[in-house]
């Protein structure tokens, strides 16, 4: 028996890194009766069959998992958002940050293809990234082309497992080019009939840059919040989180109780209006959405 990390998963195979050696894997029979799945970044203990193949044997206990994309023991999290096609989107950067936050992996916004933006949208950008910053947030604005904040981005990843995430054909795999041009991700252009990217990723797989575990993963445009109960959305907000420990109501939602010190920062402009607009949209859909059964 031997303990190791699984790196990928591909058509039913698992590829288990262990003593700097790639086994490839089978999982058991019995996790599918238990509904086990094993993800990549999962600590297994294997039986090696050979120096090529085995079987999991277990999987041990996971400090955090994502479902989309399909990861588990993740330090952090490296969003991806565009500042110009697609447009930058505040409100699909809150939907990350707020499941991210949810499980309790550090998030780290990046902001790509800085050379196409003039100066006034540079400007424009860095006043909703300034905003992130003063909530606590690593903020980068960087270009893979020019390499602009690539530097900032590096020491960050050594010694961490990274998932780069973020919506479709914002340059994550260039990105990833541009830290370890030995990888050579395929990347396509804009479709200017969608306005997104498109799907140049087809598996989650752990690649080894910068001293760190990287996940290069499927890009995609939404986020439910299914894993999110209404009490604890405040908790993915930092910044409202901090304040509401001032409610004078415990369990405040911070919508119509009075006395609310969450609303009150809003009015004194010491929370973002947009970000509270976007935290009372997000509650609105947990509320709304149908029961698990």
Do not use: W
């Not at 206990?61 to 490296?78: C, F, G, M, S, T």
């Not at 949810?102 to 998030?107: D, H, T, V, Y």
């Not at 910053?133 to 270009?143: A, F, H, P």
């Not at 929370?271 to 935290?279: F, G, V």
Request: glycine share 6%; proline share 4%.
């Amino acid at each position: 028996m031997t303990k190791g990390k699984i790196i990928k998963a591909l058509s039913g195979f698992y590829y288990v890194l262990s003593d700097e050696k790639m086994i490839q894997c089978r999982g058991r029979g019995v996790f599918r009766k238990n509904k086990i799945t094993p993800l990549v970044g999962d600590h297994v203990i294997f039986q090696a069959e050979n120096d090529k193949e085995g079987y999991i044997m277990e999987v041990l206990p996971r400090k955090n998992e994502l479902v989309r994309p399909p990861i588990a023991n993740i330090d952090q999290a490296i969003l991806i958002f565009s500042s110009s096609e697609p447009e930058f989107s505040p409100l699909l950067l809150d939907r990350f940050l707020c499941i991210v936050e949810s499980r309790e992996i550090l998030p780290i916004i990046c902001v790509t293809k800085a050379d196409l933006l003039s100066e006034t949208e540079r400007l424009h950008v860095n006043s909703y990234l300034e905003n992130y910053r003063s909530i606590g947030y690593e903020v980068i604005l960087l270009s893979a082309k020019s390499e602009e904040g690539i530097n900032q981005l590096l020491p960050l990843l050594s010694g961490k497992t990274s998932v780069f995430a973020g919506q479709s054909g914002v340059g994550k795999s260039s990105l990833l080019n541009a830290l370890n041009s030995d990888l050579e991700l395929r990347t396509d252009e804009i479709s200017t009939h969608l306005g997104r990217g498109k799907h140049t990723t087809r598996h989650v797989e752990l690649i080894d840059v910068c001293g760190g575990l990287v996940a290069d993963t499927p890009g995609f445009s939404s986020l439910d919040f299914t894993e999110i109960e209404a009490e604890d959305l405040a908790h993915t907000f930092p910044e409202i989180s901090k304040k509401s420990k001032e409610c004078k109501f415990r369990g405040c939602l911070h919508v119509n109780e009075p006395k609310c010190a969450v609303k009150s920062a809003v009015e004194k402009n010491e929370i973002s209006t947009e970000r509270y607009e976007h935290y009372l949209q997000f509650l609105q859909e947990i509320k709304e959405r149908k029961p698990r059964y």
